[in-house]
Structure formats: C-alpha cells, structure tokens
C-alpha cells in the first residue's frame, strides 16, 4: 500500500513538472522528449487519472482489510469475555475474510510487482514475462484474428459490396469521391518530374517503334483504303489544288518552260511552246480532277495498290522503309516532340483535375455514380467485387500475417518492464481492486457458513 502512493506521489509530481508520468528518473530534456520508451507508449495524464482511480480502489479494499481484521480482534476479545455464541460466528467470519483478503492482495500484486519486495517465484509476472506475454499475444492474433478464413467470413458477413453500392449510389459520396481523386491525381502528377517521365515516354516510344516492323502493318492499312476508295478525296484535293495553282500562276510556268529552251530557237516559237505546255497541261489537271474515271486516276490506283502489296510482300521496300523508320526516329526534333507530349498532356490533365467543371471530372463522376447503380441492382457484381476484397484481404493477412504478429511481439518487447507494468495497472487496476473486495466479502461469508455448519455437525 505504501509502495503505490509512493508511486503515485512520483508519477503526480513528473505530471505537474510536465516530464514523464511514470516516475522515470531524471528530469526531461529542453525539447520535452523523455529518453527511454519507444515513441508511441508513454504515461500520458489519462492514465494519471486512471492511476489515481485505481488509489482509490486500493485504499478502499484496503480498509475492508482493516476492517475485518479489528473486527476479529474484538470478536475474539468478545468470545474470550464469555460475550456470548455470537462471537464465535462473528470472529469465525471476520478471520475467513481476512484470509481471502490477503490471498487475493497477493494474487492481484504478484501481476505486476513482488509483494512485500521477496523474491517470491511467479510474482511481478508482467514485468518479466513481458516479452513472453507479447509472444503469446502476438500468435494469439496471428492465429485468431490473421487467418484467411477469419477474414473471409468477417468480410462476408460485413457485406462491403452492398455498404460500398449504397454509398456511392449518393451524390455527395460521388462529389467528394471525385474530387479525392482529383486531388490524388494532382498530387501525383506534380510530384513526379518532367525529365523521368519524358525520358521513360520518349524510350518506350523509341524502344516499341523499333521493335516492330512498321511496313507490313502500313501496307495492309494503304490496301485497305485504295479498296474502299478513302484515296480519292485526298486525289480530288491535290486536282483541285494543283488547278488553283496553275490558273493563278500561268505565267511563272510558261517562264519555266521558256526560260529553259535552247538559245538558238526564235523568242516566238519558246512562247508559243510554253504557252502550249501551260495549256495542256491546264486541260490535263482539269480533267483528272473533273473525270473520276480518268485514265491518270486509275494508274494511281494501280500505284497505290502495287505499293500496298510491296510493303507487305517485297523484302527490299520492307528494308527501305525500316531504315526510313529508323532516321526518322533518331532525329532529334523527333525525341523532342515526343518528350514535349509529356508536358502538354500533363498541364492538360492537370487542368482539368482543378476544374470541378471540367469533362474529365464529370465523366469520373458519372462513372462512379453509374458503378454506384449497377452494383446496387446488379448482385452478381456485388458478389465480384466482395470476392475480389476477400480476395485481396487474405491475400495481405496471409502474405504479411509474420510481419504484423512479429511488429506486436517486437513493439512490446521494446517497451520498459516498469512503465509497461504500470500503464496496464492503470487501465485493469481498478477492476482488479474488486477482485480483493470480492475476496474479503466472499472469504468471510465463507467462514461463516465453514464455522456455522461445524458447530451444527458438532451439536
């Protein structure tokens, strides 16, 4: 008893003096941080409180003590004055309670420190099975609570699936979820930087172009356009553009044509030539862009299907194009372009994550509101997504179950004996004062009942 008011005089004086709770020696550091337990446990003022409920309790339990023990002094005072058959109950009584009291002193002090200070065998049983305690705890976890069935039947009965489809199906839920997201995207594309990133897109672009043979793939694609006919908008834009050109610049093809003939050949007969090759030429671009039966069309048909086929079939176009592929490829205005989508995809995407009106978000929040709906009215795909949660729950308890049970048993191993001993007394200590209340109220009815019925058996 005297022991435990020291200790709560200790513990009450580091409270006030702002250091530790627990009583540990030495005065706290400028910074407030006591050396000693691992962060995390400390003897925060709650469990002062706690503690100093727990007083109350041993000082009440032990005046029952004291009670009960006057009690059998004058009881047996009493019976030896020839008071009367009473003091024989009352003593016999007060003498069983007593015993239980003690006992029961005994076992609730063996827990955490050694009654009376002897080395007794199995007392302070906290203090120094603390690590076996932590081990035992650490299994008791890992083969209760971190199995996969025990996970699996607890998820099942919880049903995430129907708590998740009714709580995404509301609108407030989809809005902060959304913008969760939002915030999580943004994060994450800011933090990573432009140079990585740009480096690993223009390498993976670089490295799946190389890879593969581009010249097949644009030859199948070239003979599928000619057979639908898609080329022959492009023809009619090159005649067409090819006839505005030729109506607007007459005069620089007839300088061409002029300007490259003979110098013995008479002026006249170079214009007359030049004016001739303008003409022809004039009617040959406008009946190739007004004739879609044209004999020019059809030879570019042939062109194109004939180039269609090499790509895929002729061995040297195949080359030709690969090692076009490859120049075009190692250009360095090529790698730029590449590296500079990363940036202009990211300030978009960006952009749009910000923007609460933005198409993006609005689609993430359709699409959760959606998934939402169908999982509230769809039950085979709430079982599929509370499968995959089992799934993925058992998944981490069995692959990390060591892992979780070996942080209990080292994190009670890291924590000091006397702190552990009195945090937990603090907690159960109050509960435990019972058991010595209990002990001398049952003791001495026990007593009473042993001495009534001997003197019935012995009348």
């Known amino acids: 008893m005297n022991r435990s008011q020291e200790d709560a005089a200790t513990a009450a004086e580091g409270m006030k003096s702002g250091g530790d709770a627990s009583g540990g020696a030495g005065a706290p550091p400028s910074d407030g941080v006591m050396p000693g337990p691992p962060v995390g446990f400390t003897y925060s003022e709650a469990d002062e409180l706690k503690r100093r409920g727990v007083l109350r309790m ?4 032990t005046g029952m003590l004291l009670v009960v023990a006057l009690v059998y002094a004058l009881a047996t005072w009493a019976k030896s004055s020839g008071a009367g058959a009473w003091a024989g109950y009352v003593a016999a009584a007060a003498e069983a309670g007593m015993v239980g009291a003690l006992a029961d002193w005994f076992a609730v002090t063996a827990l955490f420190r050694r009654p009376l200070g002897l080395p007794i065998p199995h007392t302070a049983i906290i203090p120094t099975k603390k690590d076996q305690l932590g081990q035992s705890l650490g299994e008791f976890v890992g083969e209760n609570f971190l199995s996969g069935d025990v996970v699996r039947r607890r998820l099942r009965a919880v049903g995430i699936g129907s708590r998740l489809a009714t709580w995404l199906a509301a609108p407030e839920h989809a809005d902060r979820v959304t913008a969760e997201l939002a915030t999580a995207l943004r994060g994450a594309l800011r933090v990573l930087r432009d140079s990585d990133v740009q480096a690993v897109v223009g390498e993976a672009v670089t490295r799946r172009a ?4 581009v010249a097949p793939g644009v030859g199948r694609m070239l003979e599928r356009v000619v057979a639908d006919g898609g080329h022959h908008k492009v023809v009619d834009l090159v005649c067409g553009r090819a006839h505005d050109w030729l109506v607007t610049h007459g005069d620089s093809v007839m300088q061409a044509v002029t300007g490259g003939a003979p110098g013995w050949t008479p002026r006249f007969v170079d214009r007359k030539v030049g004016e001739r090759v303008y003409k022809e030429l004039l009617r040959f671009v406008t009946e190739m862009r007004d004739m879609p039966d044209h004999p020019a069309r059809g030879a570019v048909d042939r062109f194109l299907a004939d180039f269609a086929g090499d790509l895929q079939n002729d061995p040297d176009t195949r080359a ?14 090529v790698q730029d372009l ?9 300030a978009m995407v960006v952009a749009a994550a910000e923007d609460e009106r933005s198409e993006l978000r609005l689609r993430a929040r359709a699409a959760i509101l959606s998934l939402g709906a169908r999982m509230t009215s ?16 058992v998944h981490v308890v069995t692959t990390y179950r060591d892992e979780i049970t070996s942080l209990i048993t080292e994190t009670v191993a890291g924590w000091d004996a006397e702190q552990t001993s009195r945090k937990i007394e603090a907690h159960i200590g109050r509960d435990l004062q019972f058991i010595r209340i209990n002990g001398t109220v049952v003791g001495a009815l026990a007593g009473l009942l042993i001495y009534s019925a001997s003197r019935l058996l012995g009348a």
Do not use: N, P, T
Not at 210 to 213: C, G, M, P, V, W
Not at 320 to 333: D, P, T
């Open 378 to 393: 769809d039950e085979r795909l709430r079982a599929k997504v509370d499968g995959w949660l089992e799934d993925a729950a």
């Open 320 to 333: 030709r194009v690969e090692r076009l592929k490859s120049e075009v490829l190692g250009r360095s205005e």
């Open 210 to 213: 190389d890879a593969q043979e």
């Open 338 to 346: 590449i590296a500079s989508a990363w940036s202009s995809v990211r």
């Open 58 to 61: 041993k000082a009440f339990a």
